[in-house]
């Protein structure tokens, strides 16, 4: 049996360095893989182009790699709720491409699955669309997008084997599984890591042959974004 | 004129029995709350749920269930999670029904812009650009007017675009309006609301045929 276990963190994030491109899992601070980010904020690296739907909150998330000035580009679908962001974009520190979400989705699947490219409706006759090859099907325009090319994919999973297959729980799923096999080495890290051969088969979301290393995380403080409840009546 | 709610409410008799609908945030996520429930209807939001419930109970939240909008949710019986992609496979494929979604203009082509006025802090698009792409069924809800007053049903967007000819319907605090190829179709006015007023606050081509009926909810 093949295993894809590491030790911890910094076993799984061996080879990062300055100047990389990473794909990071996550929607809001759904799914974020907690513990790859705080190990980043470690080591220090910088010059990063960090691939991710959003951009965090000002103290979590990618907000903690951004406050010690680590990210160089941002590639995101939306990146409100950050005032710190804002700050490094307005002011040139930061670069960023705002592309549509689900054009975003795609590129890491298209990488993952062997599409060097492929053609979308979403952005035609918009800003998105500027320099891009475009090109009608079935009588509607649509433009050519491109798989996304990353160093290391970081997803967060709940629960994982050692074999490297993965459980997705809820909408902390979302990009995660898109994003596996999407870069040269994906980092799973999961709530609950058990030997091969205790997950079942049927009801795994992501084949282990899509991941190089999968370590179990520790201290998930999973916060909330928007809190919203009802009243019992 | 229409309130917020009224105007949700009214959007609400659009949705049919055995639509997949996808809400957008504001006005939008309010239709929720108007739906007959002699009819079934499931909830998409694109962050990876169909089948989406109302929020959760003090109490029993639970941050790997959440909205589009990054609200704490439950799920109804029946519902299902997937990955971004297959959410967009699914909007994308036209698979889903309807799609509501707000704007800040409307022009008389179906043009939409809702996500970036120049010079302001731009947050992104997030997914309004895939849905206004490829939804067959698009409402957009809105004021008729912004804050200063202006019309924002116009001949033509000045705001950058978010996505060409592709709204059907408009509902605003005013009017139920039809996008055809000759312009703004009205087709109610909101109670007490003349179609003279509508006229007024309509930048782009009104196409006004005999009696205009009020809206009813």
């Known amino acids: 049996m093949i295993t894809k276990k590491v030790a911890d963190v910094s076993s799984a994030l061996k080879g990062v360095d300055s100047g990389m491109t990473f794909m990071f899992g996550g929607f809001g601070l759904s799914g974020i893989p907690e513990n790859a980010i705080a190990e980043l904020v470690r080591l220090n690296i910088n010059k990063l182009t960090c691939i991710s739907n959003n951009a965090g909150v000002d103290d979590f998330g990618l907000g903690l790699l951004l406050h010690q000035?680590?990210?160089?580009?941002?590639?995101?679908?939306?990146?409100?709720?950050?005032?710190?962001?804002?700050?490094?974009?307005?002011?040139?520190?930061?670069?960023?491409?705002?592309?549509?979400?689900g054009t975003l989705a795609e590129r890491c699947r298209a990488a993952q699955a062997g599409f060097p490219a492929f053609y979308t409706p979403a952005g035609y006759g918009t800003e998105v669309a500027q320099g891009k090859e475009s090109r009608e099907f079935n009588g509607k325009m649509h433009i050519l997008e491109y798989a996304f090319d990353a160093d290391f994919a970081f997803v967060k999973a709940w629960k994982g084997d050692t074999a490297g297959n993965l459980i997705f729980k809820g909408t902390a799923r979302n990009f995660n599984p898109n994003m596996c096999g999407a870069a040269k080495i994906t980092v799973a890290e999961v709530e609950e890591l058990v030997p091969a051969g205790e997950l079942d088969p049927n009801e795994i979301h992501m084949p282990g042959i899509f991941i190089?290393?999968?370590?179990?995380?520790?201290?998930?403080?999973?916060?909330?974004?928007q809190r919203t409840v009802r009243q019992r009546n | 004129m229409l309130d917020k709610n009224q105007i949700a409410q009214r959007i609400a008799k659009e949705v049919r029995d055995g639509y997949y609908v996808n809400l957008g945030i504001g006005i939008p996520t309010l239709v929720a709350n108007y739906v007959r429930d002699d009819i079934?209807?499931?909830?998409?939001?694109?962050?990876?749920?169909?089948?989406?419930?109302?929020?959760?109970?003090?109490?029993?939240?639970?941050?790997?269930?959440?909205?589009?909008?990054?609200?704490?949710?439950?799920?109804?019986?029946?519902?299902?999670?997937?990955?971004?992609?297959?959410?967009?496979?699914?909007?994308?494929?036209?698979?889903?029904d309807l799609t509501i979604l707000g704007a800040m203009e409307v022009s008389e082509n179906g043009d939409i812009a809702n996500w970036k006025i120049p010079g302001k802090m731009v947050k992104g698009?997030?997914?309004?650009?895939?849905?206004?792409?490829?939804?067959?069924?698009?409402?957009?809800a809105m004021m008729h007017t912004n804050r200063a007053g202006a019309s924002k049903v116009l001949k033509q967007c000045s705001l950058p675009l978010t996505g060409v000819g592709c709204v059907k319907k408009i509902v605003t605090n005013l009017a139920v309006m039809e996008v055809t190829n000759d312009g703004f179709k009205l087709l109610e006015r909101a109670p007490g609301v003349t179609v003279e007023a509508i006229k007024q606050a309509t930048d782009?081509?009104?196409?006004?045929?005999?009696?205009?009926?009020?809206?009813?909810?």
């Open chain 1, 212 to 225: 190089q290393r999968i370590f179990q995380g520790v201290n998930y403080e999973k916060r909330i974004e």
């Open chain 2, 204 to 217: 782009g081509h009104l196409i006004i045929e005999g009696e205009i009926p009020e809206m009813s909810f």
């Open chain 2, 125 to 140: 698009m997030g997914g309004a650009m895939d849905l206004v792409a490829s939804a067959d069924n698009i409402i957009v």
């Open chain 1, 69 to 101: 000035h680590q990210i160089k580009k941002m590639i995101s679908s939306y990146v409100g709720e950050n005032a710190e962001f804002e700050r490094q974009m307005l002011s040139g520190e930061l670069e960023v491409e705002l592309i549509p979400q």
């Open chain 2, 40 to 96: 079934e209807v499931e909830f998409q939001s694109e962050n990876g749920v169909l089948g989406m419930g109302p929020f959760p109970f003090e109490g029993e939240e639970d941050a790997d269930i959440i909205n589009a909008g990054k609200q704490t949710i439950t799920t109804l019986p029946g519902a299902s999670f997937f990955d971004s992609a297959m959410s967009f496979g699914m909007i994308r494929g036209q698979h889903v």
